[in-house]
């Protein structure tokens, strides 16, 4: 299977504690974004990087969350001390520049 | 503020009928638009993309349209078919660089 991959599918995890999260784009793709979904809601943009720089973050990304791109081609994204409210879908979509963007199935966040 | 917005949730069509969906935008400036299809449990799936330059494109059974002028965005599915019950979500993009999206339509296509 050549798409876009996440790891883990699903997580739970207690009030306070850090979490991180795996993508892996596609891997002719240069660009890699970020985006979050809760109930109810279309997905809604994060972060995006261009091989492993970060070059655009939504205000949605407060200082407890960081993205990386170490060699341009998977990417993690952690959360540090987790709330309630941190609790959505992780989505994670791959593209070439200014292209569709291919998803992955999502990591699923659940904070006690 | 919901740039992209789908006001209606859900929408039931019997099989064999035309969907339509429906998506406004409220950023002139937006010129790439997208639909995407998702199951539960997964990812959203591209199902069909059109540019501000035009005002349709077709792909099989599907196809967008785009007036510009009213700020608004279709999507026809012609024969419905019962695998094409989904949640479907308009896209935008302004820069190439995020997209935006619009809440879903839940459709159920009844057999």
């Known amino acids: 299977d050549t798409g876009v991959s996440q790891n883990p599918r699903h997580k739970i995890t207690k009030r306070g504690q850090n979490v991180t999260f795996r993508c892996d784009p596609i891997?002719?793709?240069?660009?890699l974004y970020w985006y979050r979904q809760t109930l109810g809601q279309g997905p809604e943009f994060l972060t995006y990087f261009q091989n492993e720089a970060q070059l655009e973050k939504s205000r949605l990304l407060s200082d407890r969350f960081s993205a990386e791109r170490p060699k341009g081609s998977f990417s993690t994204l952690e959360i540090q001390r987790t709330e309630q409210g941190d609790s959505a879908m992780y989505l994670c979509?791959?593209?070439?520049?200014?292209?569709?963007?291919?998803f992955g199935p999502g990591t699923r966040l659940t904070v006690l | 503020d919901q740039q992209v917005k789908q006001n209606s949730p859900s929408l039931s069509v019997q099989e064999g009928r035309i969907s339509i969906l429906n998506c406004d935008y409220t950023n002139s400036m937006f010129d790439y638009f997208l639909w995407y299809k998702k199951y539960p449990a997964e990812g959203p799936t591209f199902l069909i993309s059109i540019s501000s330059i035009k005002d349709k494109n077709e792909d099989g059974r599907f196809t967008v349209f785009l007036n510009k002028s009213a700020k608004h965005l279709s999507l026809h599915i012609v024969p419905s078919q019962p695998g094409d019950s989904a949640v479907y979500f308009c896209?935008?993009?302004?820069?190439?660089?995020?997209?935006?999206f619009g809440t879903g339509t839940s459709l159920t296509v009844i057999p």
């Open positions: 979509a791959s593209s070439l520049v200014e292209d569709t963007q291919y």
């Open positions: 891997s002719e793709h240069n660009r």
């Open positions: 896209a935008a993009d302004l820069t190439g660089n995020q997209f935006y």
